[in-house]
């Protein structure tokens, strides 16, 4: 008796041994869809939307973020802000709970949409991208479609958007402060003089 009541103990202290060499959850990387406040440091909105709009034009693909093969939609958005060394979520869902919801008439370059998939009677959300357009003007967005562009586009928030939208959301802080008047150079950022003069 006392021999099996020796072995039990035995067994309880290496179980013990073993559970507390488990590493957290936590502790084991960056794990994307536990993000819930995303943390930009001294990246400005400008800078985002410039290094964006160079990948003007990269395929479509999805479940992809490597620009030599394509992005998908949040795929665009993890490459674009872990190219700042800002962590995002991964999947564009996971932006949900994420930032601070804003009006869309009082958003900002920078600010985030965020839009159901296709199925346009969802409410999850299913598709993303990065506002360029100013307050006051009709909403521009870029961003990484599986529609008739394929890639890296910009897109102004029309009929079919505004069906699938779903809120706007803000993680720069700097947006609250900044002046309309500066972010024109950002809107107008890597375009060539006629599509400045015809941009929205």
């Not at 100013?134 to 521009?140: D, E, F």
Request: one cysteine or more; a positive charge.
């Amino acid at each position: 008796m006392r021999r099996i009541c020796g072995w039990y103990i035995v067994f309880l202290l290496l179980y013990a041994c073993g559970k507390a060499t488990d590493v957290p959850p936590a502790d084991k990387g960056y794990a994307a869809e536990h993000i819930t406040h995303i943390v930009t440091g001294n990246t400005t909105p400008m800078q985002v939307i410039a290094y964006a709009r160079s990948l003007n034009g990269v395929p479509y693909k999805y479940g992809s973020t490597d620009s030599a093969q394509g992005f998908d939609c949040s795929g665009f958005i993890t490459y674009v802000f872990n190219h700042f060394g800002i962590r995002v979520p991964r999947q564009s869902v996971d932006f949900t709970p994420v930032g601070r919801d804003i009006d869309l008439n009082n958003a900002r370059p920078g600010d985030l949409v965020l839009f159901t998939g296709t199925d346009t009677t969802s409410t999850v959300v299913g598709h993303m991208g990065i506002l360029v357009s100013l307050p006051g003007q009709a909403p521009v967005f870029i961003h990484s479609t599986s529609g008739k562009n394929k890639g890296v586009t910009e897109t102004p928030l029309n009929t079919y958007y505004v069906k699938r939208y779903i809120k706007t959301i803000r993680i720069f802080p700097q947006n609250d402060l900044f002046p309309v008047a500066a972010c024109q150079d950002t809107v107008s950022a890597g375009r060539s003089p006629v599509e400045r003069e015809h941009a929205l």
